[in-house]
């Protein structure tokens, strides 16, 4: 049998895994490097997209439907901190579904383990996270003379929605390798969720149907990035569902790599 990561000793695994993270640094730098070689823009290409588009919908949803959604101040503030947390949503998971075959042939050669390509991934994204992050403070500062981020709120979010996206990542990765059309199913799962989320259109929108925004667990992890960057603290209902997420996902995907992983060497 050939000896993969995943039929090592768990404490074994460990020890690759950490070991493994100045690898994902690496290799997650240079794809970072290597963007801004072929455009010139590089990753900022991300965020000039996103700026289109808040200001493109803002004006549209703050003037024209303005009997509808909060004044244009209060709307584009919301809506532009629910992109920044759902493009690294979508950008971590359409990643994974989509790049996981790339890595084959080091899984295939190496004992190198999954969840390092994962973590590879996921840095690239919270650096084009830090990024918008970035750029959405000088325009807050610009736009209101003020900074009204709470930080260790913020922190504590993103790690949350990070480890998250982390079994996320590793269950879609896992499947994907298997089965090469589910990329195509998480686009557009991905694109459905996007519409159903509290992102472009507030919450309230549902009147007595709230509760369907509180059972779609991307609405707790969005939250998680919005709230802190409007100066807001995160309820607890949105901790413990994002909490609740993060257990019962991680089970899921420990599940699923123990019965998988073994196997990917033999995909092609």
């Not at 042939?105 to 084009?128: E, G, Y």
């Not at 209101?144 to 879609?172: D, F, H, K, S, Y």
């Amino acid at each position: 049998m050939i000896q993969t990561a995943a039929t090592l000793p768990l404490s074994t695994q460990a020890t690759g895994l950490l070991a493994s993270l100045r690898f994902a640094l690496f290799m997650a730098g240079l794809d970072i490097a290597a963007s801004f070689r072929r455009t010139g823009l590089g990753t900022l290409w991300v965020t000039v997209g996103m700026v289109l588009v808040v200001g493109a919908l803002g004006l549209f949803f703050g003037t024209v439907l303005q009997q509808l959604v909060p004044p244009y101040a209060v709307y584009v503030p919301f809506l532009a901190t629910g992109m920044i947390a759902w493009s690294l949503i979508a950008g971590m998971l359409h990643a994974t579904a989509n790049q996981t075959w790339q890595f084959m042939a080091q899984l295939r050669h190496t004992a190198l383990p999954l969840p390092a390509t994962v973590l590879r991934l996921m840095l690239r994204q919270l650096l084009i996270l830090v990024q918008n992050l970035v750029v959405a403070l000088i325009a807050q500062w610009l736009l209101l003379n003020t900074v009204t981020v709470q930080p260790l709120e913020l922190l504590g979010g993103i790690v949350l929605l990070a480890a998250n996206l982390g079994w996320m990542a590793l269950a879609i990765g896992l499947l994907c390798a298997r089965f090469r059309d589910l990329p195509q199913l998480v686009a557009w799962m991905l694109h459905l969720a996007f519409f159903l989320t509290p992102i472009l259109w507030p919450a309230y929108f549902l009147g007595h149907y709230t509760w369907l925004a509180d059972i779609n667990p991307f609405h707790h992890l969005v939250e998680l990035v919005r709230l802190p960057l409007l100066g807001q603290a995160i309820p607890l209902a949105n901790w413990g569902g994002s909490v609740l997420l993060l257990l019962f996902g991680s089970l899921f995907t420990r599940l699923l790599y123990t019965r998988l992983s073994w196997r990917l060497p033999y995909w092609t």
